[in-house]
């Protein structure tokens, strides 16, 4: 690793984690405030649940949940920051290289006196520790937002653990797979409609698939794998998470070797 | 010694020709032009030595060593400036030059600033406010600022003024008095022709020629014109003679050849005037062109 790329590069998403934290945050904190009220009409609230059709509770993986309680409701809102986390991880993933290429920093930086290999890694350690970054603070925001707002009402301590531990694996999934797709198309002009696509992509494929009982399509969403609701009431992994761990190996080795092998492309 | 070398240098992208079979050798010390049209491959040669693009065939190599394969030690002697302007986005022209000095030995942060001072570069702007002109610049700063042993630069003067130019050849002439090699990329022939020892042609991705740039000057054609009164142009249609063209009481040519040929045949007329001239390199240039 070079720290001299590691220290640039973590400088220049050094406002994108802020931002990302302080919003992943806010909607934490602000879902769960809600969180009091809602549980005090509890009946009222399971009552109003079992009249939603089907369909729609299980396109947000709702079925089976009791909203009265901790967990139950931190997993519901656990979804949104998911999609949120997706969406950042995939903006890193990329831009890790196509940005150097768009905008012709790409002929600066190769020219200099260090491999492709050291250059994608310290990248990659950069944009992780950004990641990073944004997974503590859901850590610090989902833990004091649970204990300011349960109103003494208790929760296993375990699958919420579980659950904010998926994190890392979650974010790594759709930085190294939009790595690897930035590597595989010729030219990424503008990242906010990859990341969007790949983002959104994954998380229908995962609602649909459940509305429509088709389990081989949704197998390949971590929104899947990852499905909060399932992890809050197992208070264990889905065996499911193995293929995102697959995927993250296959879109790593793969970024890094076609990343040796890339013809960088020029201006015209 | 050779320092860069091309054999069989080539490349396609995909079916896209690159360049084809480029091959050619520059000594220690040279100023090494690099001339042809634009999409002629000047470019692709470049950066298939800064291994930003990896050759179909043939090899490139630097020091005797494969420019690929050896990429990372090598390059900790080249310097490249690239024919596009680039920037990081929000970054000042100190934090880039600093960035850059990081990648090499000690002593090149130091050199940054008297680059600068030269090429009266402000470092405190923001890369992205400048002009062309300026960006070039802190290209130029940025190639330079490790006294690399090779220095390849791809169209370096497009963007900069009459007054600036000069002083970025000084600093390439310096540069090389003080033992640096220079591959000079560029479509303006009067540009490389005021630096250059030797140049090679480039066009449609083939080298058509290499020649010592005096050579290129001096065995090649006359430009001649004759001024006088009952000229009868075809007399002057001889072997050697090209571009033979007729004005209001005056015939002007190129002529190869026996210079005693053309001069019998101007002593035939009535002369009023009479230049012998050295072509310029562009008019050179014109036929490798048609």
């Keep these: 690793m070079s720290t001299n790329i590691f220290k640039l590069e973590f400088k220049m998403h050094l406002k994108s984690v802020i931002t990302w934290s302080l919003g992943v945050s806010a909607l934490i904190f602000l879902y769960f405030a809600l969180f009091p009220t809602l549980a005090r009409d509890a009946e009222l609230l399971n009552e109003m649940m079992a009249q939603f059709p089907e369909e729609l509770l299980l396109a947000f993986g709702m079925t089976g949940i009791d909203l009265a309680s901790v967990l139950g409701f931190y997993s519901f809102l656990f979804l949104f920051a998911q999609i949120c986390l997706a969406i950042q991880a995939a903006n890193y993933g990329f831009s890790l290289v196509s940005i150097e290429e768009r905008d012709l920093t790409a002929d600066f930086l190769l020219a200099k006196p260090v491999g492709r290999t050291q250059i994608m890694t310290s990248k990659l350690l950069a944009a992780f520790s950004g990641l990073t970054i944004t997974n503590i603070v859901v850590w610090i925001v989902s833990f004091g937002a649970i204990n300011l707002f349960r109103e003494g009402r208790s929760f296993e301590t375990k699958p919420l653990l579980l659950l904010l531990l998926s994190i890392v694996v979650f974010q790594l999934v759709f930085l190294s797979v939009g790595l690897v797709i930035s590597l595989l198309v010729k030219r990424v002009r503008s990242v906010t409609p990859f990341s969007m696509a790949l983002a959104f992509g994954m998380y229908v494929l995962s609602a649909f698939g459940s509305m429509l009982g088709d389990s081989k399509l949704e197998n390949i969403t971590p929104f899947k794998h990852f499905e909060p609701n399932y992890i809050i009431q197992n208070a264990a992994y889905d065996p499911l998470v193995l293929l995102s761990v697959a995927a993250i190996l296959v879109s790593l080795v793969g970024s890094y070797l076609l990343y040796a092998k890339r013809d960088i492309p020029s201006a015209v | ?290």
């Design chain 2, 1 to 290: 010694m050779s320092i860069i070398e091309a054999n069989n240098l080539t490349k396609y992208y995909g079916k896209a020709r690159g360049i084809v079979d480029v091959s050619f050798s520059v000594d220690e010390g040279e100023i090494f032009g690099f001339i042809g049209p634009n999409g002629a491959g000047k470019s692709t040669t470049i950066r298939l030595f800064c291994s930003l693009i990896y050759p179909s065939g043939g090899s490139a190599e630097i020091f005797g060593k494969d420019a690929i394969k050896f990429g990372p030690e090598i390059r900790q002697e080249i310097g490249y400036l690239p024919s596009e302007v680039f920037y990081y986005e929000g970054m000042k022209v100190l934090d880039l030059l600093k960035y850059s000095a990081s990648f090499y030995k000690e002593g090149s942060t130091k050199r940054l600033y008297e680059l600068a001072d030269i090429m009266e570069l402000d470092l405190t702007r923001r890369i992205d406010d400048l002009s062309y002109g300026n960006k070039k610049k802190v290209g130029i700063v940025q190639g330079l600022l490790h006294q690399p042993k090779v220095i390849f630069l791809d169209e370096p003067t497009a963007g900069l003024d009459p007054l600036i130019q000069q002083k970025f050849f000084n600093l390439i002439r310096e540069e090389n008095k003080n033992g640096a090699t220079i591959f000079f990329s560029s479509h303006i022939l009067s540009v490389v022709q005021k630096i250059c020892s030797r140049v090679a042609i480039i066009r449609e991705g083939k080298i058509v020629e290499i020649q010592d740039i005096r050579t290129l000057q001096k065995d090649n054609y006359k430009k001649i014109r004759v001024t006088a009164s009952h000229l009868d142009e075809t007399r002057f249609d001889v072997d050697g003679v090209s571009n033979l063209e007729k004005e209001d009481g005056a015939v002007s040519f190129f002529f190869k050849g026996d210079i005693n040929l053309i001069t019998r045949l101007i002593s035939e007329h009535d002369v009023a005037d009479v230049t012998i001239e050295e072509p310029t390199l562009e008019e050179i240039f014109i036929h490798y062109y048609e």
